[in-house]
């Protein structure tokens, strides 16, 4: 299967199967739900986070996420134990006594100068877009989707999962595999709003424009500005908001 | 003001202004957003976890947190140091071995056993009254709720943030300051989807009915289901999903 391909399959264990009780029409039926369960994060062998997520691309996830603390890993893979749900990271930079303070700072990450410029017409469709390919999204309704497109508006990679974050690590974490990083030409596309940790991970990517169908938070736009990067929100209905660099956005 | 009164004002700090360019209309304008920053939650004077949160009510946001942790804190208050958007819990039980650990582990909880039945006209309204009631979301677009009701549906307690389990954690963190824990009579709605942490922030609070205007993943209705809470989800349009113990919703 080709990488691309890869990037745009349907992943496995997204969705589990429920009874549920429908009413007022009193039906009792299987339907499905997101898949959640928890994923060890170790590093160098030491535990260092858990996260609920949607199994699937664990190694991406686990990748994007130290890039997002300001590690520079070096590959993951599962656990020579082979313990389940634990991904093992390997990241020579990685200083235990540290351990405490992860997700808790401010992670340096250098101002994103590229020069891209896109038309605000094919921001503003971005989402319908990221949504016309989540398979998962269609049966559950319940899982946010990041997705990474070129400049010309074509979905490179999308992933999905019950948390927005993990949506986002998985999306970086295959960038990372691709040797994308950091990115200069491509957009970053949320399903849900915007906080300040995902404009994290997007600054540590590289990445000079992102857009949510949702809004952003007051320290996502201070971010944004303070890192360059061009931040839109409510792309819906051929309308979207633009934040901060708004130069790269072409009426 | 009464307590009551409390739990239904606007929040101070939840909205702020920015500026915003509309495309493809092309007018700059102030808009608002949702403000979002660190709160560091110390414990005993040890720094233990920053979450980012909504200013407002962060008392009871690390009350409602340390609950959902196992512990039993005593009270909480701003830092003898007056540092900046933090805040101290005393918890006598509380082990810092266990610091690492925190967010990682499912909490002891009791089953809930209350008998409280309640009709499905009722439950799949409360999203639409929980929306009403959000002043900062009609600002920004940007802030989940979590509303505390009681069996009659009359809206006990409201909070907003940034982050879904915080608004969840203050609603907690109300309750056990007034005296209402656990939980019994009382019904919780979400203005999102239900994850696994949500739905053990309401084992904890020993709620026994807990309604989502969007879909729950699988381990919350997991846990639901072993924890004896009834979980209802996309609640709207006079429809609602039951997964579990449904035998407490009145056709």
């Given amino acids: 299967m080709s990488g691309a391909d890869d990037a745009l399959g349907v992943p496995p264990y997204s ?10 029409a009193g039906r009792s039926e299987r339907d499905q739900v997101a898949v959640e369960e928890p994923l060890e994060i170790r590093i160098n062998g030491s535990p260092v986070a858990v996260t609920m997520r949607t199994p699937g691309d664990d190694e991406e996830l ?11 890993p070096t590959g993951a893979s599962p656990p ?3 313990a389940a749900n634990t991904i093992e990271v390997e990241a ?7 351990v405490q303070r992860l997700e808790a700072v401010e ?8 020069r891209l410029e896109v038309a605000a017409a094919l921001l503003a469709d971005l989402p319908k877009r ?5 398979p998962a999204f269609a049966a559950t309704g319940g899982l946010h989707a990041t997705g990474l497109f070129d400049r010309d508006g074509r979905l490179l990679c999308l992933r999905e999962d019950v948390g927005r974050h993990n949506a986002m690590d998985k999306v970086v974490g295959w960038a990372f595999g691709e040797g994308r990083l950091p990115l200069g030409g491509e957009i970053l596309c949320v399903s ?4 300040f940790e995902l404009v994290q991970k997007a600054a540590v990517a590289g990445c000079p424009v992102v857009v949510a169908v949702g809004a952003p938070s007051s320290l996502a736009v201070e971010l944004a500005a303070d890192r360059g990067i061009t931040l839109c929100g409510f792309a819906r209905g051929g309308r979207l908001n633009v934040y901060t660099e708004t130069w790269r956005v072409l009426a």
């Fill in 92 to 98: 020579p930079d990685f200083d235990p006594q540290r």
């Fill in 15 to 24: 969705a589990a199967p429920v009874e549920v009780l429908r009413l007022p």
């Fill in 192 to 195: 849900g709003r915007l906080s």
């Fill in 80 to 82: 020579a134990d082979l």
């Fill in 130 to 134: 990221l949504r016309a390919e989540q």
């Fill in 62 to 72: 686990a990748l994007g996420f130290c890039l997002s603390e300001g590690l520079r």
């Fill in 107 to 114: 992670v340096e990450a250098p101002r994103v100068e590229a």
